[in-house]
């Protein structure tokens, strides 16, 4: 009597998983070490340090895991494991509404660059969607 094979999950700590992991810490810490201004030796370099390079790290870990989730999302919702916002035109669409932001309204502040390209990278992405149909 033989038994049908069954599937065994793989471990989800395994060396390659903590290879990558040690990696990204190396690299935070490497963020936070790097900077113009000499911290070390400054009287003023703790404030500095908090002022600059800790929320610059931050946004920069906020900005990957948005771009992963961002990449997920796009493979689940087309079913196809190698589609990345970047090859359906989300970035280029972003990017032309900072053109046009610039070209229509150059006096624009930061956060309505910010909106506009936010926009029409969703319209972007939403034309790609239509084509995909």
């Given at each position: 009597?033989?038994?049908a ?7 989800l ?15 935070l ?5 790097v900077?113009q ?17 800790v ?7 906020l ?13 689940m919702?087309t079913q ?11 970035t280029?669409?972003?990017g ?31 034309v ?6």
């Amino acid at each position: 009597m033989s038994s049908a094979p069954t599937a065994t999950r793989p471990a989800l700590l395994d060396w390659k998983f903590l290879a990558g992991a040690g990696v990204v810490v190396a690299l935070l810490f490497a963020s936070l070490a790097v900077g113009q201004y000499d911290i070390l030796g400054a009287e003023d370099g703790w404030a500095m340090f908090n002022a600059t390079r800790v929320p610059r790290t931050i946004a920069l870990i906020l900005a990957g895991a948005a771009m992963a989730m961002s990449g997920l999302i796009m493979q689940m919702l087309t079913q196809n494991r190698f589609v990345e916002p970047t090859t359906t035109g989300t970035t280029e669409w972003a990017g032309l509404g900072l053109l046009a932001t610039m070209v229509f309204a150059p006096n624009a502040s930061i956060l309505v660059r910010m909106i506009v390209a936010v926009a029409f990278a969703f319209v972007g992405t939403m034309v790609f969607f239509a084509f995909l149909r």
